[in-house]
């Protein structure tokens, strides 16, 4: 069986992710009221219904504005616990801050994450500083207990509000670090390990039991935990990265992308060689994009991204790609990978097809890493639950319950791979789902502060 | 280049800008920097018998983000021996002669004050401004604002500095009173040349709420001061247009109050003003706003066609009427740009909880006026039960709509939109002449 991690996880200052800098520093106090003052406070605001979790955004920077920290923190977690790094790894450019209506006025819309971040960080430090709990764990204590599977953003936003409400919510996380994609996978320049392993921290703290090293299907079938708890939520995220089944990719020189960035994030022994000069990157996703950027500010002077189709069509986000190019990365449009020659162990090069033209050329490089999505693991739970033709488990979409009614699904697993911040609101809806279904009615509803324009008539 | 040269009571200033009695008139080296920076005048940091002033001694209010958009303070008058400050006006004059020198003088007894105008007047003072207004400290010796309060008093001091004065005679006027008219009646019966107003406003600027003791705090205690600072013009707009609408307020009107910017400085001369004093903007930002204060105005005349500052003078008098000399039958509506929305909402939420419920949103349930329900009378759950509009266009849904019915041009939209000219007041036709309250009264329809 797993053992209860202790609250300060050995993580080696050597890991190479420690050589990025915060690429959106934590605001100062000034930096925060100016860019909160500058918030106009829209009526039924856009950035609103722009965010998958629903933050009454307004409401938490006009308190930052009054020095209100704890509230304004509270408005924050109250629809997404975790706010902290959501605040940090969101693509509020796609989310928040493009819909900020500033953008209409040609103006620079309001950082709305890096205030999220300044609000979190600052009430979780007058939390630990003064010992007064923003949200105390309810005293109706039940008896009730819910097992959560994978302690991602999923899990732990559902087990925070299911600890809330006085539910035992035991997750089971197989591998020896928390935090799922924010410990393993998010850009270290939008955060870094401890960072995430200090929100999952706060989240235990509210009454959330974590057992990590338990691989369930393999330690616990499924069926026992249907069986002795009350409700199953499988947060497991995705699987390994695919392979592109390239004659030659069986070297040490070709990397699924996931395991390299997961190598640059956690593993304290991992280096780049010296004599690494070109990685070229397949796929056009946001992962590509990723990788490529973190190998550019590593140092590795030539990386490019080979994607089979034209930059508008590549799936990952324009403004990431733009924020990549500033590093050095470069984008080849138009190829497709047929072939990896080696010398021995070591690439000479990449063997590509234009796909205009079908012209074959060889891309000399050093490096070859596959960006080109990740597999889909549910089956290796239980074959019980029900999946979509793509491997995606099919949940209720108000519910996020699966076929199994005493199971819930939220985060990659559901919608093949997005934001930390659709895992959040996963979590949160299924633990609410859980919740009524207890017979609780769920204490952080997050409908206080915006209640005029989302409900009709409740008074 | 429009003529920004005034003269007020015979006193040639080479612009309307002057430097108000405070902190920045404090020393000769001061003033000079003032007139080196463009400033036409200054009154000198009231002079009497030297204090000892605390510490702190200024405070200020933020207004989101905005600092100091109000000040106040608990400083008294000069406290530096008088002989400096007469031997540093000399040498100021002597190597200004074209800038004004005002003395602002502050005194109790008849001989006090005929001594300390003499020696003004024989350090080469341009005129005086008695200072009947402060509204800290010194009133608590029965002098500042215990004489501005005070209409006999006023005028009997006035005429005793008129008796020994042969330069032109200001009186300061404090706004700590009920009318206005009634000092300024006072120093006109007192014979005064001119008048200045307003001096600061009563005021405690806010509470520490660390220690909870008022701001600024001196130690554990403070006391009430002076507020001046953007936040009081208004005040002193319609303090100037009230006595400037005065037939009987004969005299010349030097304005104070919260003046910042050139379009504050054209305001108080519209009002009447023909010179315009300036604290608080300098102590924030420094001499060199003169620079904008003189560029912006003139440009502004020379836009409006006016080829002197003089024309400018009183202009907006005839607009200020009594309320019931105001059109009845006028009638403007609020018009919503669609193309300019952004879509905040604020003209929506402003309308439905500050004025009349006649903005309606397409964006979700709306709360607006739908002429079905009651207005309150009925059970919470039966009173206006919002309505979901069809958006119509649905790039335009983002865009409130105004019921040109219900509207009542009340402007509150307007005010609030944060986009230039996106919500217009627009007025709407209507056959009626004017009829005013007081013509309904006159009918006796009223």
């Avoid at chain 2, 003209?347 to 903005?359: E, N």
Wanted: hydrophobic share 35%; with cysteine.
């Amino acid at each position: 069986m797993g053992n209860k991690t202790s609250s300060k996880p050995l993580l080696s200052p050597k890991r190479l992710e420690r050589q990025f800098s915060d690429y959106k520093p934590l605001y100062s106090e000034a930096e925060a009221l100016i860019e909160a003052n500058r918030c106009i406070n829209c009526y039924d605001a856009p950035c609103i219904s722009a965010c998958p979790t629903g933050i009454d955004i307004p409401a938490f920077i006009k308190k930052i504005s009054t020095g209100n920290i704890i509230g304004s923190a509270k408005v924050i977690f109250e629809a997404n616990m975790l706010g902290y790094s959501t605040g940090r790894v969101c693509p509020v450019e796609e989310l928040c801050v493009g819909a900020c209506v500033y953008n209409d006025l040609n103006s620079s819309p309001i950082q709305i994450g890096r205030l999220q971040h300044y609000a979190a960080k600052k009430a979780m430090e007058i939390e630990e500083n003064t010992g007064k709990k923003l949200f105390p764990r309810s005293k109706r204590k039940s008896d009730k207990k819910v097992a959560l599977i994978g302690a991602g953003p999923a899990s732990l936003a559902c087990a925070a509000y299911l600890a809330l409400d006085g539910i035992e919510a035991v997750i089971f996380e197989k591998d020896t670090l928390p935090g799922g994609l924010n410990t393993t996978a998010v850009a270290p320049y939008k955060i870094q390990t401890e960072a995430s392993i200090e929100e999952v921290n706060w989240i235990l703290q509210h009454g959330v039991e974590l057992k990590t090293g338990v691989e369930i299907g393999k330690d616990i079938a499924l069926e026992k935990l249907i069986d002795e708890y009350e409700a199953v939520f499988i947060g497991i995220g995705l699987g390994m990265g695919k392979r592109l089944e390239l004659k030659g990719n069986d070297s040490a020189a070709v990397w699924r992308a996931t395991d390299l960035i997961r190598k640059i994030k956690n593993d304290p022994d991992f280096s780049l060689p010296d004599e690494l000069n070109t990685v070229l990157i397949i796929g056009g996703g946001n992962t590509a994009i990723d990788i490529s950027r973190e190998l550019a500010m590593l140092g590795v002077k030539d990386v490019r991204l080979l994607y089979r189709r034209s930059r508008k069509e590549m799936p990952g986000y324009e403004h990431e790609m733009v924020e990549a190019s500033r590093y050095g990365v470069r984008l080849v449009e138009h190829v497709t990978p047929l072939e990896i020659i080696r010398n021995g162990e070591q690439i000479k090069a990449l063997k590509v097809k234009s796909t205009i033209s079908n012209d074959i050329f060889d891309l000399p490089c050093d490096w070859v890493v596959e960006a080109v999505g990740q597999l889909k693991h549910v089956s290796k739970i239980s074959p019980e639950i029900e999946v979509d033709d793509q491997g995606r488990v099919i949940v209720d979409a108000k519910t996020r319950r699966t076929s199994n009614p005493k199971v819930y699904a939220g985060g990659d697993c559901i919608n093949g791979g997005k934001e930390v911040v659709n895992a959040a609101q996963d979590g949160r809806e299924a633990a609410f789902d859980i919740l009524r279904n207890l017979g609780i009615s769920p204490s952080l509803h997050g409908e206080k502060y915006f209640k005029s324009f989302v409900s009709e008539n409740k008074n | 280049m429009a003529d920004l040269s005034v003269n007020i009571c015979g006193i040639k200033s080479p612009n309307p800008f002057w430097l108000a009695s405070a902190p920045p008139t404090n020393t000769g080296e001061q003033v000079m920097r003032g007139f080196d920076a463009g400033w036409g005048g200054a009154v000198w940091k009231t002079l009497g018998e030297p204090i000892v002033n605390v510490n702190s001694r200024f405070g200020a209010i933020d207004y989101s983000g905005t600092k100091v958009i109000g000040f106040n303070n608990i400083e008294l008058i000069t406290d530096r021996p008088l002989a400096s400050n007469f031997k540093e006006i000399y040498e100021v004059k002597k190597r200004y002669p074209h800038n004004v020198v005002i003395v602002s003088l502050m005194v109790e007894t008849k001989d006090e004050w005929q001594e300390i105008i003499k020696r003004s007047v024989d350090a080469g003072a341009d005129g005086l401004e008695l200072n009947f207004g402060c509204p800290h400290g010194m009133c608590e010796r029965g002098m500042g604002s215990a004489v501005g309060e005070e209409p006999k008093v006023l005028q009997e001091i006035t005429s005793w500095a008129k008796e020994f004065s042969n330069v032109p005679v200001f009186v300061k006027l404090s706004p700590n009173v009920t009318d206005i008219r009634d000092p300024g009646m006072a120093a006109v019966m007192g014979g005064c040349d001119g008048i200045s107003l307003i001096n600061t406003i009563k005021s405690i600027i806010g509470v520490d709420l660390d220690t909870l003791v008022p701001k600024p705090s001196v130690g554990k205690e403070s006391t009430n001061g002076g507020y001046c600072g953007p936040a009081v013009k208004p005040i002193a707009l319609h303090l100037l247009a009230v006595l400037g609408k005065d037939p009987k307020i004969n005299v010349p009107i030097s304005g104070i109050g919260g003046i910042s910017t050139w379009q504050d400085a054209a305001e108080f001369i519209a009002l009447g003003a023909t010179t315009i004093q300036v604290c608080t903007a300098v102590m924030h930002y420094g001499y060199r706003i003169v620079e904008d204060l003189i560029d912006g105005l003139n440009n502004y005349l020379n836009n409006k066609g006016l080829k002197s500052v003089s024309e400018l003078t009183g202009q907006a008098i005839p607009g200020f009427v009594d309320w019931g000399e105001l059109d009845l039958n006028y009638d403007i509506i609020a018009k919503i740009d669609g193309d300019k929305c952004i879509g905040c909402g604020l003209c929506y939420v402003a309308c439905l909880d500050g004025a009349h419920q006649c903005i309606h949103t397409q964006k979700g349930p709306c709360h607006g006026w739908h002429g079905e329900a009651d207005h309150g009378f009925g059970p919470r759950t039966e009173v206006m039960p919002p309505l979901h509009h069809d958006g119509g266009v649905p790039a335009m849904s983002h865009v409130p709509f105004v019921d040109e019915e219900e509207c009542i041009g009340c402007n509150l939209c307007m005010l609030v939109c944060p986009v230039p000219d996106c919500i217009t007041m627009v007025e709407a036709s209507h056959s009626e002449s004017k009829k005013s309250w007081k013509d309904h009264v006159a009918k006796g329809s009223a």
